[in-house]
């Protein structure tokens, strides 16, 4: 479970994020390093956590024209520490192609479909569609199947519809994960509990606030991982 637990770095100094990983020691393998933390270590990050052997989400989501998608992958493909990166799959599929194209055969290559933080009205409203966000969300992930990527970005709830569409070994990565349907869902909308998650077809579990706001942040890695790990 520990490949399958990715915790997100969400800090704005390089500093609180090594004073994290320190906490969590080998508690955890994987670690999300998304616009905040890459921006404010000006991508120096990665180089500390290749240092220590860590696994890396490179949560960027690359949403531009084919070419720039292009070179953006092309990046991504270059630091070995980078196990994974993700594009927008309201690029459509060509962006989405020029990404599958750039990246190492070794990396995973995922789309967002409908982030965490959005719900029902959300999608209406936005997108000026009928759809649910379960709808919307399946719709999504079949473009960014065809398209030849590894799989998606979704929240859990959706994990099973798409992996019932889109086959067994396409790859669900799934935040919005909290301890208990109670806990303080910050701004998320569209959650589940980790083992909630796990039987609903989520491959990976990103997961920030519970564990890195946590008193014990190792001690709470820890119980999500033995969460998940429930029958």
């Known amino acids: 479970m520990?490949?399958?637990?990715?915790?997100?770095?969400?800090?704005?100094?390089?500093?609180?994020?090594?004073?994290?990983?320190?906490?969590?020691?080998?508690?955890v393998i994987f670690y999300k390093v998304g616009l905040e933390l890459f921006l404010?270590?000006?991508?120096?990050i990665l180089k500390t956590l290749s240092s220590l052997n860590k696994k890396v989400f490179l949560d960027l989501k690359f949403h531009d024209i084919p070419n720039t998608v292009?070179?953006?992958s092309r990046f991504?493909?270059?630091?070995?520490s980078i196990s994974m990166f993700n594009v927008h799959s309201s690029g459509c599929s060509e962006m989405i192609?020029?990404?599958?194209?750039?990246?190492?055969?070794?990396?995973?290559?995922?789309a967002v479909t409908a982030l965490t933080s959005l719900d029902d009205d959300d999608i209406k409203e936005y997108f000026h569609t009928s759809l649910k966000t379960s709808e919307f969300a399946l719709n999504l992930a079949k473009e960014?199947?065809?398209?030849?990527?590894?799989?998606?970005?979704c929240s859990a709830l959706e994990a099973s519809i798409i992996?019932?569409?889109?086959?067994?070994d396409f790859i669900t990565v799934c935040p919005g994960i909290r301890f208990t349907e109670t806990s303080d869902m910050g701004d998320q909308k569209r959650v589940l509990t980790p083992n909630e998650a796990i039987q609903n077809g989520a491959d990976y579990l990103v997961?920030?606030?519970?564990?890195?706001?946590?008193?014990?942040?190792?001690?709470?890695?820890e119980m999500m991982l033995k969460e998940m790990m429930k029958d």
């Open 207 to 221: 997961v920030g606030r519970p564990i890195t706001e946590a008193k014990n942040p190792k001690e709470a890695a």
């Open 2 to 27: 520990k490949e399958r637990l990715i915790v997100a770095l969400d800090f704005d100094t390089q500093e609180k994020a090594e004073q994290m990983i320190e906490k969590l020691g080998d508690s």
């Open 40 to 44: 404010n270590s000006a991508g120096s």
């Open 163 to 168: 992996k019932g569409s889109c086959g067994s």
């Open 144 to 153: 960014t199947k065809k398209a030849g990527a590894d799989g998606v970005v």
């Open 76 to 80: 991504a493909a270059k630091d070995k």
């Open 70 to 72: 292009a070179a953006a």
């Open 97 to 110: 192609k020029q990404a599958v194209k750039a990246k190492r055969p070794d990396q995973t290559l995922i």
